[in-house]
């Protein structure tokens, strides 16, 4: 079973890659968490987590939401995480988690994606995106093998300094930085409702046909991502920016013949 967590795309790619190939299905975090629901995984295949990284470690969310989960039946676990370059220890905070749910920890895999984020330099162009997911695929590819022929993932990042990213800068960002009290509103909104529809966080409830946002943001931007009219930005920080959503899995490779 593959359990993924994507606010704008690529993770939600990587795991329909690994479904298609594995013949597994997916769920969706984004639901789980948004429907408050647990994780009470019985499926005979290994389970797969997925999620984006967030200032050098799995998002907060979705730590907390497989640090409650209860795998009952195939006890492998494997840890895929999609980011623009660096992880940190990203694979120290996981196997910890993965010992204190009773499981076997099968190792960690990072994917390199196109950038959607918006305070990470440059949002990908499409053809960036094009570039990059075709330069993932061979990757994508070994990740599946090993999974099917049961080896570990052995991802690291080994530089001194990735300590210190995914331990205190990780929590600084959280206290510091994560909210949406600068996300404004345009008069571009069109009262579509699709930014409620997505957060995971039910943190969006729209009143009087118009976006307000509370204090549970958890910084997946799906909300400005993926508005319709970009009508939602962080004030003074996204402005003009490029949005970048990863193109769906099999349209993408429907588009390609492959
Ligand atoms: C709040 C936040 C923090 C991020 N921190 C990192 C990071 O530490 N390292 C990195 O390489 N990418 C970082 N990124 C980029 C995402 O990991 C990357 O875009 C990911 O593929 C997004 O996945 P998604 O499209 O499934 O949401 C960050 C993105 C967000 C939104």
Redesign the pocket.
């Known amino acids: 079973m593959i359990y993924y967590?994507?606010?704008?795309?690529?993770?939600?790619f990587v795991a329909d890659f690994l479904a298609d190939r594995l013949g597994d299905e997916v769920v969706s975090m984004n639901t789980l968490i948004k429907e408050k629901k647990m994780i009470d995984d019985r499926s005979r295949t290994p389970v797969i987590f997925a999620a984006?990284?967030?200032?050098?470690r799995y998002p907060l969310v979705v730590e907390n939401l497989i640090k409650k989960a209860k795998i009952n039946r195939n006890k492998n676990v494997y840890f895929i995480?999609?980011?623009?370059?660096?992880?940190?220890k990203t694979d120290i905070y996981l196997k910890k988690i993965a010992e204190s749910i009773s499981v076997n920890y099968m190792g960690f895999a990072a994917l390199y994606?196109p950038?959607?984020?918006?305070?990470?330099g440059k949002i990908s162009t499409p053809e960036q995106t094009e570039q990059i997911l075709t330069e993932a695929l061979p990757k994508l590819e070994k990740i599946a093998k090993r999974i099917q022929n049961n080896k570990k993932f052995c991802d690291k990042d080994n530089t001194p300094a990735a300590f210190l990213?995914s331990g205190a800068i990780n929590t600084a960002?959280y206290k510091f930085m994560?909210s949406s009290k600068n996300f404004k509103v345009s008069d571009q909104c069109i009262s579509c409702g699709k930014c409620e529809k997505i957060c995971p966080m039910n943190n969006i409830k729209l009143v009087k046909g118009q976006p307000v946002f509370g204090e549970n943001c958890t910084?997946?931007?799906g909300c400005i991502t993926r508005c319709p009219k970009k009508a939602i930005d962080i004030k003074g920080k996204t402005e003009g920016k490029r949005r970048n959503v990863?193109p769906d899995y099999k349209a993408w490779m429907i588009k390609r013949n492959m």
């Open positions: 967590f994507s606010g704008t795309g690529n993770t939600k984006p990284i967030y200032a050098w995480a999609t980011c623009e370059s660096q992880y940190g994606m950038n959607n984020y918006l305070f990470g990213m960002m994560v910084w997946c931007f990863c």
